[in-house]
């Protein structure tokens, strides 16, 4: 089955303190996974993607098959990384389909 | 560009009225696609369209229908409104479904069904 998983509902940091949201899928292909973020009455939008291999604000995520994770990362958190974000995979169809995570929504206090 | 257009934002239904949720896109995307979001959960998708006349289920399409009669439009359809419809529903587009491509989504309509 392909399911995607954060364990984390709310994570608190302070601001300058690094960052770790985590994301455990599983698929038995070979996984497209990205990270969504929904900032405080803004739409839900795209902040980065596996095969990108970019850092979006700071952000990076890695891929890493072994563990089936996709762990999202910032080395120092800004009260504006505030927000909620979704882990999702891309499922095995060709449809486009995204298979989102529960979410987490972090809280950045300064 | 607009972008992905949801109406209403916001609507509070009785038990067994009926609604239609709207989406329209102006990016001449292919494919669209319906997620509710409730607390906790993540999105769920219920329905999605990869083009106009196509449609097909999700992971949650019972009390749901869809049409795509056009490229730009992708309404959602509720016949009897149910509390356990009570939820936030987001509408999303793509141009195709190749590598990485990614989703736009629609500011939300919050329902209610009291």
């Known amino acids: 089955a392909q399911r995607v998983t954060q364990p984390e509902k709310l994570l608190s940091v302070f601001k300058g303190a690094p960052v770790e949201l985590k994301c455990n899928y599983s698929y038995s292909g070979s996984p497209e996974l990205f990270w969504y973020v929904q900032y405080s009455r803004q739409r839900l939008q795209l902040l980065l993607r596996?095969?990108s291999r970019e850092s979006i604000k700071g952000f990076t995520a890695d891929l890493n098959k072994g563990e089936t994770s996709f762990h999202l990362k910032k080395p120092f958190a800004q009260e504006e990384d505030s927000a909620m974000y979704y882990c999702a995979l891309k499922g095995s169809s060709n449809t486009g389909k995204l298979i989102f995570g529960q979410g987490t929504t972090l809280q950045v206090k300064p | 560009n607009a972008g992905v257009t949801q109406t209403p934002k916001f609507r509070i239904l009785k038990i067994g009225q009926s609604m239609t949720l709207q989406c329209a896109q102006d990016m001449n995307h292919n494919y669209m696609y319906w997620y509710r979001q409730d607390p906790g959960m993540g999105l769920k998708l219920i329905y999605y369209?990869?083009?106009?006349?196509?449609?097909d289920k999700g992971e949650v399409p019972n009390g749901y229908n869809v049409s795509r009669s056009t490229t730009e439009d992708f309404p959602l359809r509720l016949e009897l409104a149910a509390p356990s419809q009570t939820s936030v529903y987001f509408c999303a587009s793509s141009y195709r479904a190749g590598v990485s491509e990614k989703l736009f989504f629609g500011s939300g309509t919050q329902l209610s069904v009291l």
């Open positions: 596996h095969i």
């Open positions: 369209s990869v083009g106009a006349g196509i449609t």
